[in-house]
């Protein structure tokens, strides 16, 4: 049974940073592909930054250069750390892991509850 569990989020003022930290159990953060996700009120879920089992991360453009997605697979957990925050990051933020639930390769996506996030003056 894959949980995740998000930490860190906050109010933070524009320029600011924060670091996001989703605790994994029952599958590791270093054999499936983990990512960051985010939503907006009214708008759909965007992933934010994604990283590979084995392979390098990838980022939405609109982050790239102020993010960064890292793993930690000692304490089997995924950060987020953000920097130079504007008010449009501003959303609920999510852990998912994919993994593989067959011969097939099929596969199924995991989600964290969220943690907000909120960057305002």
């Known amino acids: 049974q894959v949980q995740l569990v998000e930490s860190g989020g906050g109010l933070v003022q524009p320029g600011g940073s924060l670091r996001l930290s989703c605790a994994a159990s029952?599958?590791?953060?270093?054999?499936?592909?983990v990512g960051w996700h985010r939503q907006a009120p009214g708008k759909e879920r965007e992933l934010v930054a994604s990283?590979?089992?084995?392979?390098?991360?990838n980022y939405e453009d609109s982050v790239k250069g102020r993010f960064t997605i890292s793993t930690d697979n000692a304490k089997n957990t995924v950060y987020l750390q953000m920097n130079s925050l504007k008010p449009e990051d501003t959303a609920v933020y999510y852990c998912?892991?994919?993994?593989?639930?067959?011969?097939?390769?099929?596969?199924?996506?995991?989600w964290g509850p969220g943690t907000q996030v909120t960057v305002s003056s």
């Open positions: 029952g599958r590791s953060v270093s054999r499936n592909n």
């Open positions: 990283m590979p089992s084995g392979g390098s991360p």
């Open positions: 998912s892991m994919t993994v593989v639930v067959n011969i097939e390769g099929a596969t199924f996506r995991h």
